[in-house]
């Protein structure tokens, strides 16, 4: 079990879009991937944990493809979102100061590709000092292998792989 202090944890769930979520995907689909997601959102909005939704944008085009805005779900759990042109949330997205802003020290990451946005994410993260966490059933990849890798090899170099499940989040103490 990972118990989770609300006032300085953050959900961050990347990339999780309509045109993103149509791919063929493993181990999971990406309907599955966002139920997951959105249920842990419910949680954390539940205690009053902030849930930020990144979405990426094509960079140097005229226009987006369809499906390239946060899936509906994910915008209506989202207390922030950002919008990156790169493969990471971090750079030139404000993230980290909206993190900052709200005394964020430890991040859950969720989303779409966990080798790819998800570790990307990680990475940066890491470097800013944040304390870890992945949903491993809240995210999903191109293939099962990549996830896989992602899940046993990379990710728990830079915190803790867990299922939603084991995520407990503190409740508010009564004064």
Do not use: W
Not at 88 to 93: I, S
Not at 132 to 149: C, R, Y
Request: hydrophobic content about 50%.
């Amino acid at each position: 079990m990972v118990i989770l202090e609300p006032a300085g944890t953050a959900l961050v769930l990347v990339d999780l879009m309509p045109r993103i979520m149509e791919l063929s995907l493993g181990p999971r689909s990406g309907a599955e991937a966002l139920d997951a997601a959105c249920a842990l959102a419910e949680r954390f909005r539940a205690a009053g944990a902030p849930v930020v939704a990144v979405k990426v944008d094509r960079p140097h085009v005229a226009e987006q493809p369809p499906g390239s805005e946060l899936h509906e779900r994910v915008a209506a759990l989202a207390d922030e979102s950002v919008v990156k042109g790169t493969v990471g949330a971090f750079h030139r997205t404000g993230l980290h100061e909206i993190l900052q802003e709200r005394k964020v020290s430890t991040l859950v990451l969720a989303g779409i590709a966990t080798n790819m946005g998800v570790e990307s994410t990680a990475r940066a993260a890491s470097d800013h000092g944040y304390e870890l966490v992945f949903a491993e059933d809240a995210m999903t990849a191109l293939t099962s292998a990549e996830h896989q890798a992602a899940i046993t090899l990379n990710l728990p170099r830079f915190g803790q792989v867990a299922s939603s499940a084991e995520l407990a989040l503190k409740a508010a103490s009564s004064s």
